[in-house]
């Protein structure tokens, strides 16, 4: 309407759905107009699994809606591009300025800039990149554990005069238990909350494009897309999963997709949930001694301690950083990932299911299975990276690529991780109940043919890269062993097998 010409714009990403976030927080919405553009280019960039573009495309919608029924005036469109959005959006409406936060991903605030829009600081995090850089300024490597103790004390959660309740920072030791008989079943009792679909869900297609590339299984309603869903899932995690986050945080079980995941990622990714509120609701239930402190101290340090480490090194790494190969690593991603082939490794096979069938994976299988494989294997990080980023439901740009890059693939030379994540079948087995009974591979073999992968790679993986790691203080043991091994050559040779293998999709 033309009295409404001239409004300033503020342009809401699909990833910023926070009424209480810079960008928003002191909008009157009698003067402010919102630009949320779906943009087709994204949607074809690359494969996505459906319940990823389920998730985010709803999760706007609903957002747009309650913007709405608030009084603003909300312009959600679908583009060819998110330029193509913003130019249709200012001939549309002649905006006197269009304002937006700044995007968690670097790319973005660069094609931001780019567009001459007005940016805001990014408040969804709890510390922006700014202090995490000058944080980090002059300190020769700053680990995640620095970071986290910093955090710690800044924010003075989980601290008791100066010092950490419980004497400890970090209670990683306590969480590191194999997983017993009884940690599928009890997690299972608690199962994730599930949305009944409506008509905003089944008319998804209206905003997809035609070239699509979708895949996976479609959405059950596992994955909150509103605020409210997002509270009712934080509400089952923090009264009835809380208690038992701790002990078994490195486990997997087969068939056991969440375990005692909080399954929270999707939701805090998106901006549904602030990471104060999470933080807080979490320390709350310690407070009223409701879950002990390994829970409660395992969950802060990867909300307040990982995420925002990650987004710190995400935010302030070279252009070059999504890119980095330390390793030289050139295979191609496994067809087996992609979906394209199957696989007899239980391990993979089991975790490329929960896949396919929620767009997750938590975090030990996303560590000790995809990752180690893929860089035992020699893949490609970016490919991982791409790969991932298509496929996970709380994957973007800013998240995945420090994960992949510098976590799971050590691509980075070791700016986030100290050393390669890698482990042969031996500590697979240890940390699953059954992943490796019955399994067509025998974890125990590293030569012939029902040799386990993880075995075989891992002795050819150190072999392979001894001129990069076999100084490193944390791996550098493993040399002795490789050294005392006298099948060696049989280890190449089978290693040199099982990567065309996976490269070709008979593995
Ligand atoms: C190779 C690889 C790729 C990953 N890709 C992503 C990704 O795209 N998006 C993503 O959010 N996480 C990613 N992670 C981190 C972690 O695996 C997921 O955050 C977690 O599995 C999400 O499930 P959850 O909510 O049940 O987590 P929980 O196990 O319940 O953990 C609690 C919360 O801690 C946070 N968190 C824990 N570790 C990390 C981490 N390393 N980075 C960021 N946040 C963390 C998440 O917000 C998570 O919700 C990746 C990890 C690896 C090893």
């Known amino acids: 309407m033309d009295d409404e010409r001239g409004l300033p714009t503020v342009w809401v ?153 419980g004497g400890r920072f970090n209670l990683d030791a306590d969480n590191r238990r194999p997983p017993d008989a009884d940690l599928a079943p009890t997690a299972a009792a608690d199962p994730p909350v599930v949305d009944a679909p409506d008509a905003l869900d089944a008319s998804l297609g209206d905003w997809l494009p035609d070239d699509v590339d979708l895949r996976g299984a479609p959405p059950d309603g596992t994955w909150a897309t509103s605020r409210a869903g997002a509270l009712a899932r934080l509400e089952r995690f923090t009264t009835r999963v809380l208690p038992r986050f701790g002990d078994h945080q490195d486990a997997m079980v087969t068939g056991a997709w969440h375990l005692n995941h909080s399954l ?72 087996a990932f992609a979906g394209t082939s199957g696989t007899r490794m239980r391990c993979v096979e089991d975790t490329l299911r929960s896949v396919h069938e929620h767009a997750y994976a938590h975090h030990i299988q996303r560590l000790m299975v995809l990752a180690n494989l893929a860089t035992l294997a020699g893949v490609r990080p970016d490919a991982l990276t791409d790969w991932m980023h298509g496929t996970f439901i709380d994957a973007y740009d800013w998240v995945m690529v420090p994960n992949v890059i510098g976590m799971g693939t050590f691509a980075d030379g070791g700016e986030v991780a100290t050393k390669p994540y890698v482990s042969g079948g031996a500590y697979i087995d240890r940390m699953s109940l059954d992943a490796c009974r019955p399994c067509h591979y025998d974890r125990t073999k590293r030569t012939g043919a029902d040799a386990c992968p993880f075995t075989t790679l891992y002795w050819d993986f150190l072999d392979r890269n001894r001129a990069a790691l076999a100084s490193n203080h944390r791996i550098g043991r493993a040399y002795a062993t490789l050294d005392r091994l006298t099948d060696l050559d049989e280890v190449r040779a089978r290693a040199r097998e099982v990567r065309a293998m996976l490269a070709d999709g008979t593995l």
């Open 13 to 165: 990403w699909g990833d910023q759905l926070d009424r209480r976030l810079a960008h928003l927080r002191d909008r009157d919405p009698a003067s402010t107009r919102v630009l949320m553009v779906v943009s087709d280019r994204k949607l074809t960039e690359r494969p996505w699994h459906r319940q990823k573009a389920h998730l985010v495309i709803t999760a706007m919608r609903r957002f747009a809606a309650d913007l709405a029924a608030e009084g603003f005036a909300v312009d959600l469109r679908r583009a060819p591009s998110m330029r193509a959005g913003l130019a249709a959006h200012v001939d549309a409406h002649d905006p006197s300025e269009v304002v937006a936060m700044e995007p968690a991903s670097l790319p973005g605030t660069r094609e931001l800039e780019r567009l001459g829009v007005t940016l805001v600081d990014n408040d969804h995090f709890l510390c922006h990149w700014r202090e995490f850089a000058a944080f980090r300024a002059g300190r020769r490597r700053t680990t995640m554990e620095d970071f986290y103790r910093w955090r710690r004390e800044t924010t003075g959660w989980l601290m008791e005069d100066g010092a950490p309740v």
């Open 264 to 335: 929270l990622s999707h939701a805090l990714n998106l901006g549904l949930l602030h990471p104060r509120e999470v933080i807080e609701a979490v320390i709350d239930v310690y407070t009223a001694g409701r879950a002990p402190l390994n829970a409660v101290e395992g969950f802060v340090r990867q909300v307040l301690g990982w995420r925002e480490f990650l987004w710190g090194v995400a935010r302030t790494a070279d252009a070059g950083y999504p890119q980095r190969n330390a390793l030289a690593a050139d295979a191609p991603l496994p067809p």
